[in-house]
């Protein structure tokens, strides 16, 4: 009987990791103390090299696969987290495509302001 206790909880222990990774992806409420929205929002410039990878949560474990954006693409952020994510949208200048998501803060710089400061 302890054996088979044993085996289900680590059955139970496997499971429930994947649960919580998946339930982490979901998108934090902006406009909160650890989430604060961006105004006006502001314009961004990805700096440094490489792909700079899209999550669709602030979480390492969310990245949206084949999403990303390139050195001098131009962002504009919406909010920024405490814990170094900035929610951002990527307009395509070439088909007017455009994709929202998070991406690690410290590869973006800030150009300027998208909007009249309230």
């Not at 909160?32 to 999550?55: A, E, M, N």
Request: aromatic residues 8%; contains cysteine.
């Amino acid at each position: 009987m302890t054996k088979l206790c044993l085996a289900l909880a680590v059955v139970l222990c496997g499971l429930l990791p994947g649960t919580a990774l998946a339930a982490s992806c979901k998108e934090p409420e902006t406009g909160t103390k650890s989430v604060p929205d961006l105004y006006p929002r502001l314009g961004k410039v990805v700096i440094g090299t490489g792909r700079l990878q899209f999550y669709s949560a602030p979480n390492a474990a969310c990245a949206m696969p084949g999403v990303f954006v390139i050195p001098k693409d131009q962002l504009i952020a919406y909010a920024q987290s405490n814990d170094g994510w900035t929610s951002v949208m990527y307009t395509n200048p070439r088909t007017g495509d455009f994709v929202q998501g998070w991406v690690k803060s410290a590869r973006l710089k800030t150009t300027g302001t998208e909007g009249p400061r309230y």
